[in-house]
């Protein structure tokens, strides 16, 4: 076996994948079995398993692994794996066992089994993610559940009854789970099993501008509960799940008298907030703490336990500062309310789905002079009134007057998020370039920028918008960055200036021909692939602006200048580029305003044909001629 004929180059292939699950063990056993087709492949030799230190999962042991070579060679794996930080999350360290298995080649089957524990007093149903980056050959899965109907009462973190046990399935056409009782003997009472057996199954999808993968892929979400209905869940569950952030809430005294001393009598509620906004954003967020600090700071292992403490402290984590905002509104005599919503990068929001779990981001609601307005407190660099792009557009639970409900939360206006790229260059008659470029970016824009400063260092900023300049304008012009202003003020646009020297275009005869989009002369095919069987999603509206203009002197004439050009496609996206010149310069203005995220798989055809026809039209040349020296009037005889 040399390839896998569904997927033509895969660098592997998984020959049989196993997870069973023990819950009266608290034990989750796999086993995986992969054989390497190309030089690629190599690279599952090196094997991560993750778990989390003092949460769930508390150990990883009993690892075997070994090579199996095409002539039937074994070698063992007999070293010892080692532990690394590979994440951190919600204060827990994630960490893997990390070990790489001996002599793996091109035509090699690999091999590894181990066991996850995890704590004694929780049961923790598994998760079958059926799909992963390889095409899978056979699986199987296996759980067998805590008794619910034994000797043994299992109750919730409130002491309610759990008696159910509910799966929420996504899976091929023709497979399902199974479910089956066996008997029990010497005493023991009947076990069941729920088992699932696959074959055949393709990665999960893999392409650009994809909706939330996870929440495409073939699954099983298994969880227990005391509930006998999706009505029944959501009601009581977000009726404790509202009081228990109220406790934290608050306010408290602390809190409340801050917040008085912060605010005047004379404030309107919009002015009151902001204040209140702008002292909560100066704490430091944790969750954006390089990796580092979470094991060396100080500040880790002192408690929070209310919104007083957040402030006492000045610091806490994303949600904990969210209370605090949704506090401090509430000391000022404002209607606030908190919010939990699934972020859309991985996943999308389901009622079907039965557990908190979901919810992965934090928000607040404030009514402000009658309306109510969203707020991202814990999403450090966030401008006031708006939210990180991950948490617009979808959906959770919120707080309200009379308990909860659910939450939809808006989508940003495309000129929220814009790059501003002027350039201004000078050409002289050997065909070098001098010149700057200013670059503006506001909302989304900036704010990765600036959040990157937080978990990578302020040091890594400069390294990385020059690589992002050197990348996006033509290799003959070398950038270099002079300024980065307002990094610090969330809401202001950040800017960044560079000099650039260098040549542009290429040279033909008298001919001289520069890109009329220097931003935009290395980009490449967005949409290449005719069809598509995925729904194009973009994380966010947006509008791009480049001005471009290039002074060049009298020895230059204008030979051929695109022409203008607008179009859109429906509402959804604009394009307008509008050229013009002098007798010693060329100006372009190119707008670009991507207005809706999503697009069926139905209107590709039409996205891709209005994408690859301004991609064409960006790709346009000015052609410039070397005008001829005037002659030199001849001498008169003597």
Not at 3 to 17: C, H, T
Not at 44 to 59: I, K, R
Request: proline fraction near 6%; aromatic fraction near 10%.
């Amino acid at each position: 076996m040399t390839s896998q004929p569904e997927v033509p180059g895969a660098a592997a292939v998984y020959l049989f994948r196993e997870e069973t699950t023990e819950d009266n063990l608290r034990l989750f056993s796999i086993y995986e079995r992969i054989k390497i087709l190309n030089v690629r492949g190599k690279e599952y030799g090196n094997v991560e398993l993750p778990f989390y230190h003092g949460s769930v999962f508390t150990s990883v042991d009993d690892i075997q692994g070994r090579t199996i070579h095409p002539d039937g060679t074994v070698i063992s794996f007999n070293g010892k794996p080692y532990e690394a930080q590979i994440e951190r999350s919600q204060g827990n360290k994630v960490a893997a066992k990390v070990f790489t298995l001996p002599d793996v080649e091109v035509g090699s089957i690999i091999e590894y089994r181990y066991k996850l524990h995890y704590s004694d007093s929780i049961l923790h149903p598994p998760q079958w993610y059926i799909q992963s980056s390889l095409w899978t050959r056979k699986a199987h899965y296996l759980w067998k559940p805590f008794n619910l109907s034994g000797r043994t009462i299992v109750t919730g973190a409130r002491g309610d009854y759990i008696s159910t046990l509910y799966w929420n399935p996504i899976l091929p056409a023709g497979v399902e789970v199974k479910q089956t009782k066996v008997p029990g003997s010497l005493g023991l009472a009947e076990q069941t099993v729920l088992e699932l057996n696959v074959s055949d199954i393709p990665p999960a999808p893999h392409d650009s501008f994809m909706p939330p993968v996870t929440s495409l892929t073939y699954r099983v979400l298994f969880y227990y509960s005391s509930h006998r209905s999706s009505e029944e869940f959501w009601r009581e569950e977000g009726k404790y799940w509202a009081i228990d952030k109220n406790k934290f809430i608050g306010p408290g005294p602390v809190v409340t008298a801050v917040t008085q001393n912060l605010i005047s009598a004379s404030d309107t509620q919009d002015q009151m907030l902001r204040k209140i906004y702008a002292a909560v954003m100066q704490l430091e967020n944790t969750s954006f703490a390089p990796a580092k600090s979470v094991v060396s700071s100080p500040k880790g292992p002192k408690e929070i336990h209310s919104t007083d403490d957040v402030w006492n402290q000045k610091y806490g984590t994303n949600d904990q500062l969210t209370g605090l905002f949704i506090a401090m509104a509430r000391a000022a005599g404002m209607k606030a309310y908190y919010a939990s919503v699934t972020q859309r990068d991985h996943n999308l929001f389901a009622k079907e789905y039965l557990t908190l779990s979901q919810l992965n981001g934090n928000l607040a609601i404030v009514t402000v002079d009658g309306k109510e307005r969203f707020f991202d407190p814990g999403a450090r660099f966030c401008p006031y009134g708006h939210l990180v792009w991950q948490q617009t557009k979808t959906a959770g639970i919120r707080q309200t007057e009379n308990g909860t409900d659910f939450v939809q939360t808006p989508v940003e206006a495309s000129d929220f998020s814009r790059i501003q790229r002027v350039a201004n260059l000078t050409l002289d008659n050997s065909g070098n370039v001098t010149g700057t470029i200013d670059m503006t970016f506001m909302g989304y824009a900036n704010l990765g920028w600036r959040q990157s400063t937080l978990t990578k260092g302020a040091a890594s900023l400069e390294p990385a918008l020059q690589n992002s300049v050197e990348h996006l304008i033509p290799h003959s012009l070398v950038p270099k960055l002079v300024s980065i202003q307002k990094l610090d003020d969330y809401e202001q646009p950040l800017t960044v200036r560079f000099e650039v020297t260098g040549s542009l275009g290429s040279s033909t005869g008298k001919r001289l021909l520069i890109p009329i989009d220097i931003f935009q002369s290395g980009s490449t095919p967005t949409f290449t692939s005719e069809k598509r069987d995925i729904p194009v999603y973009f994380q966010y509206s947006r509008t791009n602006q480049d001005a471009v203009r290039i002074n060049f002197p009298s020895s230059f004439s204008i030979e051929a200048l695109p022409a203008s050009d607008r179009s859109n496609l429906r509402k959804a996206i604009a394009y307008d580029m509008q050229t013009e010149s002098t007798a010693t310069s060329v100006t372009v203005h190119r707008d670009y305003i991507l207005g809706e995220i999503y697009f069926k798989t139905e209107e590709y055809a039409d996205l891709r044909s209005f994408y690859s026809k301004f991609e064409n039209k960006d790709q346009e040349t000015v052609v410039l001629t070397t005008t001829p020296a005037a002659a030199k009037p001849a001498s008169a005889g003597n």
